[in-house]
């Protein structure tokens, strides 16, 4: 066969995500407006909601006077949404050969295709006009695995409009294959989890992830080959993922000959819109795009021609770390009798983060365990030393209990562990806190492993058409087999408090002095697509940014709900 060189990428996004989760444990909700609020606005809202002009993060004063009879259910606790989340994208990445699959944020799944989908093209001939039915295989070595397909049957929509009934070259079967491929992961996730969402198909990241967006809710899209730098060139400039809101704001000032002064840029008003295609005529160069984007005119002039070279990362199954952290004015923490509620507050937080995201479908065990908890505290100092102090202990067996109330382990972790590991870091009489952060950190990677799999069987049946049996193994690494050991609390004593020193604990993270700290929890993964998308690694984005993950750009009472919702998932969650 010949050997084509493009990637084949997929991107899926939920439809109205928390009103989607919503919808399912309250079916009711499916039919009427449905509004998720977080403070004074709206997250999202379901397509009922939209189709009567409520938009998503709408002032709930605006949404309700559009809309009288909207329903709003307090979507501020992400526990819910996280767990359907994590329960999906395990799912989905069982499909996926070398777990090539990716999240972003709690919505957004990446899956590289690209061998799966070489894979069949050797195994399948395209015969154009054929209705007869091929089958597409999801496993290499078991031929039986796999769904039957219609080749001249293109599922959803191709950017353009396709006027011709079937693919011609390589690469437009390899896309087709794909988008059947798109078509069948939609459906699994619909039967198995009744949420629907929409699709991109093409070469990149980057334009599978606009293509994605062209049809929705409950669609799919296929940019066909040849037409990437059409379809970017229709593209406001700042929607581009990956072009900054200072970059967009220059390149716009240039295209329409006139200057905003740089103290002004993030509170302009974006009133003239200008297309990507309109850039690309106005600016032929990358050079002349390197003064107007912080020297990356390189990159950004390779985006908006739709080259992107970013790859979709292998991204691990738990999240290196989880950390909750909360800050409090002077004066207000000044004993132990008013740092333990917080300590409790902070700890029962982390408590719940862990059973959303390290405890596998289906409820019954645990993905990882984090072997050590640490307390990290700032003190109020006259001097501006603003340097954190850390200290860890070995995260108890009870934690692991799936029995006991979190309520009661919490104040039993604080109580016997977290309240030492203070003591240890605060030797002075005297003490005002400003920051407290808990965290649950080394990952314990126990040999063996949890077949994720098996813990599917109890949302589905297993079938032989599902089953992609010749699955690598390496996808175990780092799951940890935790059958009986942490199931049932253990009866003895809590081990003592075992200090770690900050280097060892950790392998990973180590927070700087005097800074915020910015702890990315899906590990290498996400850390270098935000990089790609020019995002949360580098420190939150700044206000009126469009979001450098989803692209979208917010009246201004949204930014700082929006910049909490990414930073929630991907950084360390903040309290108050
Ligand atoms: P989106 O995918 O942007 O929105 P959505 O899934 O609700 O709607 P769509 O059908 O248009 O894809 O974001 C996913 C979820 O993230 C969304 O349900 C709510 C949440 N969210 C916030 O909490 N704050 C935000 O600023 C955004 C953009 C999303
Ligand atoms: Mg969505």
Redesign the pocket.
Known sequence: MEQSKEPIILHF???????SVVENENPALKTVPLG?Q?KNIL??CNYVARAQGVK??QLITAAKKQCKNLVIVNGEDLTRFRVVSKNIWLFVREFVWHNLTERL???EIFIDATEMIDFNMSQLRFQPGSKDPSFFRLSRNDPSAGFPFVWDELPGYTYPPAASSGPHSLLHQRLFLASHLASFIRTQILTNFNHTCSAGISTTKLTAKLAGSVN??DAQTLLLPGFEAAFLAGHEIGKVPGVGFKSAQKIRDKVLGRTTKDEEIEFTEISEKVTVGTVISVITTPAQLEPLTGGNGQKIWRLLHGIDPSRVAAAPIVPTQISIEDTFRPGRITCLNQLTPVLHQLTLKLLQRMHADLIGPGGEKWLAHPKNFRLSIRFHTRNRDFARMSRSGRMPGYVFSLSTPLDVVAERLVREVVVGLFKGLCTERKWELQLVNVAAVNMADGGGGVDIRDMFSTLRPRSESWENKEEPTEYLDGIVNNSQQYNSPPEKEPEPIKEVKEDEDEGGEQEGEGEEVVELEWGDGLSDSSVEYGGIGSRGFSHNDP?PI?G?RFPVF?LE??QR?HQSETEIEILG
């Open positions: 996004d939920f439809d109205c995500f928390y009103a998720i977080q997250a999202t998503k993060l944020g709690l919505d929705k809710p979001c989803c979208e949204a709900a929006h919702f």
